[in-house]
């Protein structure tokens, strides 16, 4: 928050042991998002990896009622099936999981049997009244 030409109100978490982040990368077409989800303390460079940027936006970072902190990185690239995030947090290095469904191919599993197909046919009629 800004008060004035330069005056700045930070609000910090009250201290607590650090804590080590999830990092996960979601993808929307050429839309690209890395999110880092509850860490301590808030220091943290965020790196989105891609030979074919087409733009990209400094990390928004917040912090919850618990005290640790959140952030996103956004960009757009031209091809995000290529695109991987890092972040360094507490002189560590941690790398993106993907966040999008996996389907399972797995050979396996048995194909569901199909259920019977007997139909049955009722009238229904209004009562007399």
């Known amino acids: 928050m800004f ?3 330069g005056t700045k109100l930070f609000v910090e978490s009250q201290r607590q ?3 080590k982040p999830s990092v996960f990368i979601m993808k929307n077409g050429t839309n690209v998002a890395c999110l880092v989800k509850d860490f301590y303390p808030k220091d943290v460079n965020i790196n989105i990896n891609s030979s074919k940027k087409i733009i990209e936006f400094d990390p928004a970072v917040v912090v919850s009622s618990s005290g640790k902190y959140s952030a996103v990185k956004l960009g757009r690239y031209e091809d995000p099936d290529s ?3 890092s972040v360094q947090h507490n002189n560590e290095i941690l790398h ?3 966040f999008e469904p996996k389907t399972n191919s797995s050979s396996k599993l048995k194909p569901k049997e199909p259920e019977s197909t007997e139909q049955t046919s009722e009238i229904c009629r209004e009562p007399k009244g």
Do not use: K, L, Q, Y
Request: hydrophobic share 35%; aromatic share 8%.
């Open 3 to 5: 008060f004035g030409a």
């Open 17 to 19: 042991p650090p804590a």
């Open 83 to 85: 695109v991987t995030c």
């Open 96 to 98: 993106s999981t993907d």
